[in-house]
């Protein structure tokens, strides 16, 4: 009966676990996150740059996508939605996870010579992401900014079946994360 009663507290808390967002601040570069096909992030990191937060974005994009890199098909989306082509950096890879993604990217971040990165994700994949992305390279500051996804609330995904896989599914890779798989 407690359990009925204080479910809306406890999801609530599940959820909102999801989410450790920072508030944007001055950086040498943003780092757009593959996996978004509605362009929340792309468009979160581009709006970062016009704001002046960082100079350039970095735009992750693995193959796959129709045979295309999935940042050629997110920069030309931010560029139709009024942002300057000359913001962005294509940053293709093969990663299929976001340690895979952090790994490669990593690299090319230092030999560009960044050290303070915005990195943009899902709201429900800012701590995942920001803990992946500093274990990988703990020489660089990563500053995780959530992009909004209509889907996913924290203090109500359990009421929207899109938002209640996603849930789901960033909660077995966060505990797969805590194992080491």
């Keep these: 009966m407690t359990a009925f009663l204080l479910r809306v507290p406890i999801l609530t808390t599940a959820g909102a ?3 450790k967002a920072d508030g944007p601040s001055r950086a040498d570069a943003v780092l757009v996150l593959a996996g978004d096909g509605y362009g929340h992030r792309i468009l979160t990191g581009a709006e970062l740059a ?3 937060y960082a100079p350039k974005v970095y735009v992750s994009g693995p193959a796959g996508m129709y045979g295309r890199h999935e940042c050629d098909l997110a920069i030309p989306f931010a560029v ?3 942002y300057r082509e000359s913001y962005f950096i294509h940053a293709e890879n093969d990663a299929r996870s976001t340690t895979e993604e952090a790994a490669a990217i990593s690299s090319q971040l230092r030999r560009d010579g960044v050290k303070t990165v915005l990195l943009v994700t899902s709201d429900y994949h800012t701590r995942r992401a920001g803990r ?8 660089l500051k990563f500053i ?7 889907h996913f609330r924290a203090d109500g995904w359990w009421r929207v079946r899109e ?3 996603i849930f789901l599914f960033e909660w077995e890779k966060t505990v797969a994360t805590w194992l080491g798989l």
């Design 163 to 165: 938002a209640r896989k």
């Design 50 to 52: 016009k704001q002046g």
């Design 132 to 139: 992946t992305f500093r274990a990988a390279a703990p020489d």
């Design 17 to 19: 676990y999801l989410v």
């Design 80 to 82: 139709s939605r009024g």
């Design 144 to 150: 995780a900014v959530a992009a909004p996804d209509e």
